[in-house]
């Protein structure tokens, strides 16, 4: 059982910038692929970036491709997301997600942060 716990969201005007933090705890870290996910207000939640295990393939949604990095210390059992440019559509609540393999649904979620962006 893997719990993860978000940090680093807040509030930044556009062309900001924000870092993210998920700390994992309760399993092997470096076993789990992680994501991040987001959900805005009145939409569903979406895919925003997921890194594997060692770090080394990432992939993005298209709209924060270039503006967002995943990483991961698997030595601190932590997962990152740099957001640069952001954007009033940015806003959203981000969650951070474990899964043991790479495909279907992410078994374990975080409690979310709020990222706020203003125009």
């Known amino acids: 059982q893997v719990q993860l716990v978000e940090s680093g969201g807040g509030l930044v005007q556009a062309g900001g910038s924000l870092r993210l933090s998920c700390a994992a705890s309760g399993g092997t870290f470096s076993k789990y692929v992680m994501a991040w996910f987001r959900q805005a207000p009145g939409k569903e939640r979406e895919f925003v970036a997921t890194?594997?295990?060692?770090?080394?393939?990432?992939s993005y949604t298209d709209s924060v491709k270039g503006r967002f990095t995943i990483s991961r210390d698997n030595a601190k059992n932590t997962v990152y997301l740099e957001m640069n440019s952001l954007k009033p559509e940015d806003t959203a609540v981000y969650y951070c997600?474990?899964?043991?393999?790479?495909?279907?649904?992410?078994?374990?979620w975080g409690q979310g942060t709020q990222v706020t962006v203003s125009s």
């Open positions: 890194v594997r295990w060692n770090g080394a393939i990432t």
């Open positions: 997600a474990a899964n043991p393999v790479v495909s279907g649904t992410y078994p374990y």
